[in-house]
């Protein structure tokens, strides 16, 4: 099946050591996105990829890059992680102009976490 | 800028019984998704609503779109502990941007 695979799914770090995150995707959508889903709160875009142009939101800190090398793979590095990051990361994709029966396509997510 | 609230909060209701959750946005929606999440996991797509009035229902869940298109609810009938989790509503707020609301956590005692 057609998917977004996360990974890790957890994913621990020490405070201010880098650490990255993966998303993969096997449905060929041009869109990718990035979500930070702190505790009992709504999911919050981070930035999205439409192909190679990155679109970064205008509160994302800049602690926060991404990077696409090619259309299945997207990574969300964290330069830097404070205790403020840990959070659920989702990964979600998205086909501009397709007629699919839903927006966006999520995947399991990668829970963080800074000792 | 365009905030989804959702209420209840919390819900937790026993087997068999009927809920409604409520979503209501600060502007116009043109694009209104319901979403159910998992504890701990990604969301998994449940409706989409685009038009003022629209209904829609999979098996046990119905979900609709008031005519002002400010306001959505989310209808569980029979509720089964299966139906437990977070549900989140989200909505279309510019090019590739989407917002969500905090969710409601369901719990359903068996």
């Known amino acids: 099946d057609a998917m977004v695979i996360q990974n890790p799914r957890y994913q621990v770090t020490q405070f201010g050591k880098p650490v990255t995150l993966s998303c993969s995707q096997t449905?060929?959508?041009?869109?990718m996105y990035w979500y930070q889903q702190k505790s009992s709160q709504a999911p919050k875009l981070l930035f999205h990829y439409y192909d190679k142009d990155f679109n970064n939101e205008a509160d994302t800190p800049d602690n926060f890059q991404s990077r696409r090398p090619n259309t299945s793979f997207c990574f969300l590095d964290i330069r830097s992680p404070g205790l403020g990051d840990a959070a659920m990361y989702l990964c979600?994709?998205?086909?501009?102009?397709?007629?699919?029966?839903?927006?966006?396509?999520f995947g399991d997510g990668t829970r963080l976490s800074i000792l | 800028s365009q905030e989804l609230e959702q209420s209840p909060q919390s819900l937790i209701v026993q087997e068999g019984k009927n809920l409604t959750i409520n979503c209501t946005s600060s502007k116009t929606l043109y694009g209104l998704y319901w979403y159910k999440q998992k504890y701990g996991e990604g969301l998994i797509f449940l409706m989409m609503?685009?038009?003022?009035?629209e209904e829609k229902s999979h098996e046990k869940i119905t979900a609709k779109l008031d005519e002002k298109k400010q306001q959505s609810s989310l209808h569980i009938t029979a509720s089964q502990p299966s139906h437990a989790g977070i549900y989140l509503c989200?909505?279309?707020?510019?090019?590739?941007?989407?917002?969500f609301g905090t969710g409601t956590r369901l719990k359903v005692l068996a």
């Open positions: 449905l060929n959508h041009n869109v």
């Open positions: 989200g909505a279309d707020v510019g090019t590739y941007k989407y917002i």
């Open positions: 979600a994709t998205s086909s501009p102009g397709s007629i699919e029966d839903q927006p966006q396509h």
């Open positions: 609503l685009q038009k003022g009035g």
